[in-house]
């Protein structure tokens, strides 16, 4: 796998896991207002497919970041929010109001402005 | 759902209730989420830390030997457990707020491990780098304004 490819499938890799942990502890839905313990998260699917996808995506990270220079990598890691913010709408119908576009774009610049210095 | 009330009592409850299942501590998601981003970011240079000298002391040997020696190295142990907790801290704040909402703001990550790197060990952040550092911070406070909609009493 080439390290780009190693990259990108981290970064949505690792995006897919916090939608997943995101379902996983809100069983019934996003409007759910009961809490679930820490222990019975063992018992939700999405919880395993959080933490499969998160080991996976820092193994995956690992194997990118040792051919591709960080300071490239890491601004990489900012699409992941967008991504975030895309499968939240799509997936968990999370509403994303227009000041948080600009709050992740906000963030993502500066991110890049670090990384560039 | 109605979970085995038992079952609440004897796990470690998130949020924690007592023995009737009323929550006893409401931990203010802004402080969990802040903290697990605090103790993700010292987890990681306290792994690091320990990884560097695990490394100078392993013997040759086979490759699953050496990795059992950087894992239980003491250092690697504590990092891991700080990280750990950041974890859980972080799954609470993941059930309390919208994911579209907490996931930028782990870039004040970058703005802990170059202002720890400043104060904590000295390293040099160019003028460039606190530009960057402002900006995400701006963001952060922007993404403050975006909304109410999940947060709870």
Redo the contacts between chains.
Sequence with gaps: MSASAALWLSIILG?CA??F??RG????GYSS?????????LRSPWFWAWAFSFVIATGLWLLAVARIPVSYA?PML?T??VI??VL??LL?K????A??W???????????????? | MTPDARLEVRDLPLPLRNTTGQRILRAPWEWAALGAILLAASGHLIIKLGLAHAVSTALPGPILGRILHYALNPVVLAGLAVYGTGTLLWIYAVSQRSISFLYPITALNYVIVATGGKFLFGEAVSQGRWAGIGIVVLGVTLMQFSGQEEKRK
């Design positions: 995006s916090q939608v942990l995101k502890v809100t069983p019934s207002s009961e809490q679930r313990s820490y222990l019975s998260l890491f900012s992941g929010y975030v913010a939240s709408i968990l999370e509403r994303v109001p000041m948080r600009i709050a992740i774009l906000v963030i993502t610049i500066g991110v890049v402005v670090i990384s560039r210095n």
